[in-house]
Structure formats: structure tokens, C-alpha cells
Nanobody
Framework: QVQLVESGGKLVQAGGSLRLSCAAS????????MGWFRQAPGKEREFVAA????????EYADSVKGRITISRQNAKNTVYLQMNSLKPEDTARYYC?????????????????WGQGTQVTVSS
């Protein structure tokens, strides 16, 4: 079992920056591909970014490329999501997820563990 706890979400103005963190516990963190997803009210959960077990590979949704960076520190059991040039359409609850495999996935159903999420609200 892996426990994931997200933090860092808040209300920011458009154009601002935010860094989300996700702290993991319970299993060897470096055994897991880590992903970030988000869900806005009335919409389905969507993929944002993912990172391979040791950080060599990252993938991003087209809507966030160039503005958002995913990274991880295995020594701290933490994955981060640095978000810059935020837009109102980035407003959502952001979830961290862990996948016990070597392959990155864009599909939420393929992740094994989830956090409770952290709310990001971007005002115009």
C-alpha cells in the first residue's frame, strides 16, 4: 500500500506560479511511476504529467507543455509539479497517482494509488 498526500494548492492570479508537492509513504518510492492528474467541476479527470521511476522520462499533456514541469526526489519520497503562466482553465483539483510499473501511462485507470487531491484556483 502506498499513501500519497498532496499539498501546495491555493488561489493564484492568472500568470502566476505554483508548486505542488506529493509526499509518498508505505512502499519503495522509486518502484513507482508517478503522475499528476486534474479534475475540474463537471469534467472528467485528465492527465497532466508523469515521470518515470528515476526521473529520466517525463510526459505532458499538450495543454500544459511548456508551462508545467514534473520532477521527483526519490530520497525525499516526493514528486513535484511546478506550474508557471497559470491560466483560469488550469483551475481544478490536482491529484497525485502512483503506478507500479516501468511504463508511463496517460490513463488514470492504470494507476494503482491516489492521493486526496489539492485545489488550484486561478483567477482572471
Amino acid at each position: 500500500q502506498v499513501q500519497l498526500v498532496e499539498s501546495g494548492g491555493k488561489l493564484v492570479q492568472a500568470g502566476g506560479s505554483l508548486r505542488l508537492s506529493c509526499a509518498a509513504s508505505g512502499r519503495t518510492f522509486s518502484n513507482y511511476v508517478m503522475g499528476w492528474f486534474r479534475q475540474a467541476p463537471g469534467k472528467e479527470r485528465e492527465f497532466v504529467a508523469a515521470i518515470s521511476k528515476f526521473g529520466a522520462t517525463t510526459e505532458y499533456a499538450d495543454s500544459v507543455k511548456g508551462r508545467i514541469t514534473i520532477s521527483r526526489q526519490n530520497a525525499k519520497n516526493t514528486v513535484y509539479l511546478q506550474m508557471n503562466s497559470l491560466k483560469p482553465e488550469d483551475t481544478a483539483r490536482y491529484y497525485c497517482a502512483a503506478r507500479y510499473t516501468s511504463r508511463i501511462s496517460y490513463m488514470s485507470a492504470e494507476y494503482d494509488y491516489w492521493g486526496q487531491g489539492t485545489q488550484v484556483t486561478v483567477s482572471s
